[in-house]
């Protein structure tokens, strides 16, 4: 790491200050600089709080005067958005080397307030003064002492293990309460706000030196620069679980752009890219809490199919755990001879023993049934659920001695009262995930095993040495399938006819059923126009086609072999603004957009990660034989998307390749359509 980036991730001055500023404090305890200060109190005990306030004889009236008194490593600015610029020019000056802005009326609030988050952009650039916000309620930094926010009961949040990096103040601090409502202490939990200048990367490069924090909860709304995000994540997942929330899966746009100044990035290459960087995803807040919650206090050894035991005292949660873990995905293996005839021995013979394991009641033996569940060979993690029954075991005694060197488990206990709080307060203590319910329990579960399939994907892809980098201009279909095909991926039969002499000449040759198609480069959708006729076979049927190819302006044709019937996926490569190259394979033809059922990666990619695509798709039961339909071979697909991940990546004046559909017929994957869009040289973007 060379010393400028070292310095640029170094945020000790913004969370470990030595003092505090708090710009435009205020007597009157209605007014944000009162509350803040009012939160602040708890570090005057062992730093210096300076209130700054150039109309109140009472205090400094100055950020200058008072860096006379003592160190100002971090100014809170609490005046409107008009006077932000200068009193952040004004806090660099006097030394400050980090800064916070809390007032909305910025970009989100049009273009008066665009350009005062213009000038703070300009002070920031000529002063190298570090900003978090504006329109943000701030950050938390319990193990040293700093509440920055003006929110009542932020300064009740104690210490922990659990950073949240949120895009917004409100969300910061909705988790940061949902966590501590859930026992988790807190080690720093930061809203962004608009983000002129600290964003979420920065706090998450921070976060990979911190010693205090063991996982981390990322909530995104927009992202303004994707490859940096990846990397960041990337970096900090290897070694500290991040879990994401990315908001955006309905139509959010407008909603977002007023909130934050940003239109909502794409939720679905969003989670994409974060899950493909190592994050382990959540669906809500909840599961969020859940997720990064059991994270912070236990993770598990690498796996690529990890298997989950299940242990409940009562069969009606159990049911509705084993159920949730099925809808997850998560593998349930029956356990094996020898640990079943172990629990034979501890539980009666009418309960279920072969996984889940259903007790009929917590009793005494609950621990044994935790070992030895947790010694099986299949068993990587431990799922249980029970009601809190004081009369019948002791739950914290019981998962103490059940535990199994590197078996996680997650145990949800239910229950009212503050016995049942203690009682998961010491279970986290001792290293076992906790939950309410049995939702919980599969989501806390789930994310675990995310997080250790996603550390078993180490390998990063390598070039292929086939893949051209001179590729430009227009390409048609059969120019774009001649490509492809030189870089092994199959097609059909075909020629290129300029006249009907041609057309007729091909359909002898080739022989029925042939597809007719026109063939213009700049014609990208050719069945909107009336430009695809399948399945002619005589001349009669061949020039038909060809009078309504004429009809829809065509010059040329394309007539090609049909192929076999199968099923019809898309693939493609194309460069997204935010993110860079991508890749996206799904169920195809022309029904591809309105289903929507795609799985999407970053490119390059290596052949792992491409082959785990086809598995995420809603339908991918359909190429797995399907009513003895074909079944894929997934290291064919895999090479073909990442064979169009290279091609895309090796070339800048590609904006989009598309294969739609590649249909899976019972001899392999075969090309029925494809299309390459290319840029002029002087539009052509960077690699990102």
């Known amino acids: 790491m060379s010393d400028t980036t070292a310095t640029t991730r170094d945020l000790t001055a913004l969370f470990a200050p030595r003092g505090i500023a708090v710009i435009g404090a205020s007597r009157n305890p209605r007014k944000l600089g009162a509350m803040l200060a009012r939160s602040l109190a708890g570090f005057a ?55 916070v802005i809390y007032a909305g009326g910025f970009a989100e609030a049009g273009e008066a307030g665009t350009t005062y988050q213009r000038r703070l952009a300009d002070v920031v650039a000529d002063t190298g003064i570090r900003l978090l916000g504006p329109n943000t309620s701030g950050f938390l930094a319990p193990h040293a002492g700093i509440t920055a926010s003006f929110v009542p009961g932020a300064a009740q949040v104690r210490p922990g293990k659990v950073a949240v990096v949120a895009a917004s103040g409100g969300m910061n601090h909705a988790l940061v309460f949902l966590l501590a409502e859930a ?31 063991e996982a981390i909860a990322l909530h995104i709304e927009s992202v303004a620069d994707g490859p940096r995000l990846v990397d960041s994540v990337r970096r900090l997942s290897a070694h500290r679980p991040v879990v994401a929330l990315v908001v955006g899966r309905h139509d959010v ?84 001879p020898a640990t079943q005839d172990t629990l034979a021995e501890l539980l009666p013979p009418l309960t279920y023993q072969r ?32 009601l809190h029954e004081p009369d019948a075991v002791d739950i914290v005694a019981a ?67 086939r893949i051209p980098a001179d590729v430009s201009g227009l390409h048609d279909e059969h120019q774009a399938k001649e490509l492809l095909g030189r870089l092994g991926v199959a097609t059909m039969p075909r020629r290129v006819c300029r006249d009907r002499a041609d057309a007729r000449a091909a359909l002898a040759g080739l022989g029925g059923p042939v597809a007719v198609k026109l063939l213009d480069a700049e014609v990208l959708h050719k069945t909107e126009l009336g430009g695809v006729h399948l399945n002619i076979t005589g001349q009669d049927d061949l020039d038909t086609a060809l ?78 034989g399907w009513r003895a339909g074909p079944v894929l071979d997934v290291d064919e697909l895999s090479r073909i998307v990442t064979v169009l991940g290279d091609l895309l990546t090796a070339n800048p004046l590609i904006d989009e390749i598309e294969i739609n559909p590649l249909r899976l017929t019972a001899d392999g994957l075969v090309a029925l359509d494809a299309v390459i869009i290319t840029r002029e040289a002087d539009d052509a973007q960077p690699h990102l």
């Not at 690498?302 to 509705?320: E, K, N």
């Open 355 to 386: 996984n889940p394991v259903d007790t009929g009641r917590p009793g005494p033996e609950l621990g044994h049934i935790f070992a030895a569940v947790g010694a099986d060979p299949g068993i990587d993690v431990i799922a249980a659920y029970t």
């Open 183 to 213: 026992g988790h202490g807190i080690s720093l939990a930061v809203g962004m706000g608009n983000a002129v200048d600290l964003s979420a990367p920065d706090i998450l490069d921070h976060l990979t030196g911190d010693r205090v924090t």
């Open 399 to 465: 998962a103490k001695e059940g535990q199994t060197p590197q078996i996680p488990m997650v145990l949800g206990l239910g229950g009212m009262g503050e016995e049942v709080v203690q009682k998961r307060r010491a279970l986290l203590e001792a290293g076992i995930a906790v939950a309410t319910e049995p939702r919980g329990v599969a989501a806390a579960t789930a994310a675990l095993l995310a997080d250790a399939h996603a550390r078993t994907h180490v390998a990063r892809p390598s070039p292929d040495d």
């Open 253 to 336: 746009g407008a909603f977002a752009a007023s909130h934050t100044g940003a239109l909502a990035t794409s939720w679905r290459i969003t989670r994409a890219a974060l899950a493909q960087a190592g994050a382990v995803l959540v669906d809500d807040e909840r599961e969020l809490v859940d997720a990064v919650g059991a994270l912070a206090v236990t993770r598990m050894r690498p796996r690529t199919t990890p298997g989950v035991g299940v242990v409940t005292a009562q069969a009606g949660p159990g049911l509705l755990l084993l159920d949730n873990l099925r809808g997850r995905r998560a593998r349930v293996p029956e356990l094996s």
């Open 45 to 99: 005990d062992g730093g210096h709080l300076a209130l700054v306030n150039g109309r109140d004889e009472t205090m400094y009236t100055s950020v200058s005067q008072a860096a006379a008194d003592g160190p100002i490593d971090v100014a809170m600015i609490c005046v409107p958005a008009p006077a932000c610029p200068d009193a952040l020019a004004e806090a660099a000056a006097a030394g400050a080397r980090a800064a």
């Open 547 to 624: 009078d309504r190819l004429d009809a829809a302006g065509a010059h040329r044709y394309l007539v090609e072999k049909m192929a076999a019937a199968g099923v019809d996926l898309i693939v493609g490569a194309r460069r997204d603004p935010v993110f860079g190259p991508i890749v996206l394979v799904g169920l195809g033809g022309t029904t591809a957009e309105a289903l929507a059922d795609v799985a999407i990666r970053l490119a390059p990619l290596s052949p792992a990660e491409a082959a785990s695509m086809p598995s995420e798709l809603a339908g991918h039961a359909l190429l797995s």
